[in-house]
């Protein structure tokens, strides 16, 4: 992903290429790419291919295709504010209310974050709205 002098926030990040093409075409599916561009602020937990690629094939198919519900999933790896590693991991343990208002289960365990047992394997990448958190698992809301 390049970014532009159009392009602004989260939206905007260059994350590494060929690694978030399934969840920026996610995104842009649910409307919700516009969003991340706005002035926030937001804390992304960002999901790999790798990730979306670990999902039944079948799972994720029927995913893409249904946007009421690909826009709960996608709006469950996004908080309204801006939460860096650091406090994560200073709190310990916490919940914290996603887009969708369901929240996640945040943990810090041997210096390490999880989100919803899903580990960050990159944190911190500033945006001028917020960061971004990348993971290694899609987190899936509660039915």
């Known amino acids: 992903m390049r970014t532009t002098d159009s392009m602004r926030g989260l939206a905007a990040i260059p994350l590494p290429a060929g690694t ?5 075409a996610a995104m842009k599916a649910a409307d919700l790419w516009g969003a991340l561009q706005s002035r926030g602020p937001f804390t992304l937990f960002a999901p790999t291919d790798a990730a979306f690629a670990r999902l039944p094939k079948r799972a994720l198919e029927a995913l893409l295709a249904d946007k009421t519900r690909l826009s709960r999933v996608l709006g469950y790896h996004v908080l309204p504010r801006t939460v860096l590693a650091a406090q994560m991991v200073a709190a310990g343990r916490s919940r914290a209310p996603s887009l969708t208002g369901q929240e996640l289960d945040i943990e ?8 919803n047992g899903t580990r960050v394997v990159r944190a911190d990448i500033p945006a001028s709205n917020g960061v971004i958190h990348v993971i290694d698992a899609v987190v899936m809301p509660k039915a």
């Open 20 to 24: 978030f093409r399934t969840l920026v």
């Open 108 to 115: 810090a365990r041997h210096g390490r974050v999880y989100v």
